[in-house]
Nanobody, 124 residues
């Protein structure tokens, strides 16, 4: 059974930093994984992803501020977030793909398993 458990969310002021973690079990962490977020009243959107070769992709809105990384030995996915903005406020979700579809790595359609989400709130 695949399980993804996020942690590390919280409340910060604009300009601050947070690190999200996602502990994965029940599947190979070397597969494609990603972070998504959903703000109130908005659709879930891709934030960052990492494929089986370690290549990363980022939404334009977070490039240069967020970094995705994966520790295969610990089966853990990370998202380092810096220079946070109020517009980053959302529930952040960890996701994993049963098999990698490289053309969908920033789309929810490319992922099969989801964590429960962790809230990130950025105040101005």
């Amino acid at each position: 059974q695949v399980q993804l458990v996020e942690s590390g969310g919280g409340s910060v002021q604009a300009g601050g930093s947070l690190r999200l973690s996602c502990a994965a079990s029940g599947f190979s962490s070397s597969s494609c994984m990603g972070w998504f977020r959903q703000a109130p009243g908005k659709e879930r959107e891709g934030v960052a992803s990492i494929d089986s070769a370690g290549r990363t992709r980022y939404a334009d809105s977070v490039k240069g501020r967020f970094t995705i990384a994966k520790d295969n030995a610990k089966n853990t996915l990370y998202l380092e977030m810096s220079r946070l903005e109020p517009e980053d406020t959302a529930i952040f979700y960890c996701a994993a793909a049963a098999y990698c579809r490289l053309w969908l790595l920033l789309s929810p359609k490319g992922f099969d398993y989801w964590g429960q989400g962790t809230q990130v709130t950025v105040s101005s």
